[in-house]
């Protein structure tokens, strides 16, 4: 039997490159594929493979001090859902920030973040406060079309360093002053958006715990969660129960949908949220109408 692991730990790391080769060897000789992400700041993964190897990838990694307390969260999946293992050295963990100075970490994870709140306290804090309390989506926004929290914000952005324009700007000046909950796959942007958000105004900033995955793993759809999970991998999305909603609209025909093409335009490659009827039809599968005219000249 096999799953899939996600987690991330925020901590100062040395030596990041020897980590990235360790990590790399450690993964191979367990079979594992996936994508892991190392930086000075920490590390980041997603990995699929047999349950005992995936538990002797947990112990090992756990025995490296800096990782003791790595938090693992498991998916349905395995191995074949990703092409290869790819462990990579980057200068930044998550890409937010456009500098350096952008937010702090340190041994017990990133500094001045919001404060961590269970899936059991989110419903808890929406009950007793009501509209004083804002979803804030902390992903980008193509994710945010298939699945969300029940009337969230959900920012304008392509990739994750358009944030900062968008937190920058006046258009979240009315919620500045209310609970406002970050929320993202598995938490780790929320680690940095909830400490971008403060330096920015707002004044009592919370993250979910675990992300929307240890919010579903909860509650599945009969909490506050609706529609499906984009992920990043051959599934393209997770459902938590048998009785998810579908929140996506075609692009074509406004037609409820969860399914995501990649444009058939290779040097879009965008995605493309459209229906199993519309996706029939060659001619719709492409981002734009400029991708669809950039292919027929070629042909």
């Known amino acids: 039997m096999q799953k899939i692991l996600l987690y991330y730990k925020f901590t100062p790391l040395n030596d990041p490159e020897a980590v990235k080769l360790w990590q790399k060897t450690l993964c191979d000789s367990l079979n594992l594929r996936g994508r892991i992400l190392v930086s000075r700041q920490g590390l980041n993964g997603t990995v699929g493979g047999d349950i005992d190897?995936?538990?002797?990838?947990?112990?090992?990694?756990?025995?490296?001090?800096?990782?003791?307390?790595?938090?693992?969260?498991?998916?349905?999946?395995?191995?074949?859902?990703?092409?290869?293992?790819?462990?990579?050295?980057?200068?930044?963990?998550?890409?937010?920030?456009?500098?350096?100075?952008?937010?702090?970490?340190?041994?017990?994870?990133?500094?001045?973040?919001?404060?961590?709140?269970?899936?059991?306290?989110?419903?808890?804090?929406?009950?007793?406060?009501?509209?004083?309390?804002?979803?804030?989506?902390?992903?980008?926004?193509?994710?945010?079309?298939?699945?969300?929290?029940?009337?969230?914000?959900?920012?304008?952005?392509?990739?994750?360093?358009?944030?900062?324009?968008?937190?920058?700007?006046?258009?979240?000046?009315?919620?500045?002053?209310?609970?406002?909950?970050?929320?993202?796959?598995?938490?780790?942007?929320?680690?940095?958006?909830?400490?971008?958000?403060?330096?920015?105004?707002?004044?009592?900033?919370?993250?979910?715990?675990?992300?929307?995955?240890?919010?579903?793993?909860?509650?599945?759809?009969?909490?506050l969660w609706e529609g499906s999970l984009r992920v990043f991998d051959n599934r393209m999305k997770v459902d938590f129960s048998d009785h998810a909603k579908t929140i996506g609209v075609c692009t074509h025909c406004q037609g409820k949908t969860s399914n995501f093409e990649n444009c058939a335009n290779t040097a879009c490659n965008d995605l493309v949220l459209i229906c199993e009827n519309c996706k029939q039809n060659p001619e719709l599968l492409y981002h734009t109408e400029k991708c669809r005219e950039a292919m027929a000249v070629i042909a």
């Not at 702090?104 to 994870?109: L, R």
């Not at 009950?127 to 980008?140: A, L």
């Open 53 to 223: 190897d995936l538990k002797a990838y947990v112990k090992a990694t756990k025995s490296y001090p800096a990782f003791k307390g790595i938090v693992f969260k498991w998916s349905d999946g395995g191995r074949e859902d990703f092409p290869r293992m790819s462990v990579k050295h980057r200068r930044e963990l998550v890409g937010f920030q456009n500098s350096d100075d952008e937010f702090e970490v340190d041994e017990n994870g990133v500094v001045g973040g919001g404060k961590h709140i269970k899936p059991a306290q989110v419903n808890e804090m929406v009950e007793k406060f009501g509209d004083d309390v804002v979803f804030f989506d902390g992903r980008n926004a193509h994710e945010a079309s298939i699945g969300k929290f029940k009337n969230a914000v959900v920012p304008n952005t392509n990739t994750s360093r358009d944030f900062i324009a968008e937190l920058e700007s006046d258009k979240y000046n009315d919620i500045k002053d209310k609970k406002v909950i970050t929320y993202c796959t598995g938490g780790i942007r929320c680690e940095v958006i909830s400490s971008m958000m403060k330096k920015r105004g707002f004044k009592d900033v919370y993250q979910i715990d675990g992300g929307i995955v240890k919010y579903g793993e909860t509650y599945g759809d009969d909490g």
